[in-house]
Each structure stands twice: as C-alpha cells, then as structure tokens.
C-alpha cells in the first residue's frame, strides 16, 4: 500500500512539473517498422478512399426515408414560424428555419439524383 502511495505521488509530480519520462529501448523497434508498414498500405489505398468519400455510394430507396421526413418537417417549421406564431422573433427564426429546410433538401435532392444513376448504370 505505502508503494502505492510513493507512485501516485511520484506521479503527481511529473504532472506538476510538465516532464514525462520517455522510455528508449527495443520494443518501439518493431513497432515502427509495423507502423511503416500500415502507412505503405494506406497510401496505396487513398485514391479509392477519397473518391468513397466524396461521392459515397447511396444504399437505396430505404435510405431517403429519414432525411426526407427531416425535410418535411423543417419545412413545416418554417410555416408555423412565418404564418402561424405570435412571437416577436418569428421571421427570425422563419428564416433560420429556411436555410435549415433549404440544406435538408438539397441532401435529399443529391440522394435521389445518385439514385437515379446507380440504377440507370
């Protein structure tokens, strides 16, 4: 217990005074050499993987369902806001309402339109 002790608060310590005590020895041979080997086969990767990742594969009609009823609804905020609320604020938060309704769609319209190519390739 009393070791225990003397390590907590040699810890407490180098926290304190900002220096860490960094350990040199073989263990850290090999895994350089693994972690070269990782980065070798992530630069033979990347083409594909920024291509993934700019223009991801949409999975099907299923998928359209959440972010089309989050459209909706935005959409529909932005009616009660602009029409049907007494608020000082309501053009405010009308607009607000607006830009977030107006990207909901637009993601919704990029979704349908890769649809639409994935099914006619």
Do not use: D
């Amino acid at each position: 217990m009393q070791n225990l002790k003397s390590l907590a608060s040699k810890a407490r310590r180098q926290r304190r005074s900002g220096k860490r005590r960094v350990r040199k020895g073989k263990a850290s041979q090999p895994r350089t050499e693994h972690v070269t080997q990782q980065t070798a086969s992530l630069q033979r990767q990347r083409p594909l993987a920024q291509s993934q990742f700019f223009s991801p594969s949409v999975r099907g009609p299923e998928s359209l369902i959440f972010p089309a009823m989050v459209a909706l609804g935005c959409w529909g905020i932005v009616i009660y806001f602009l029409f049907l609320t007494g608020e000082a604020n309501h053009i405010l938060f009308g607009g607000m309402a607006v830009l977030m309704a107006l990207l909901w769609t637009f993601s919704v319209g990029t979704r349908v339109r890769k649809l639409l190519q994935q099914r006619s390739v």
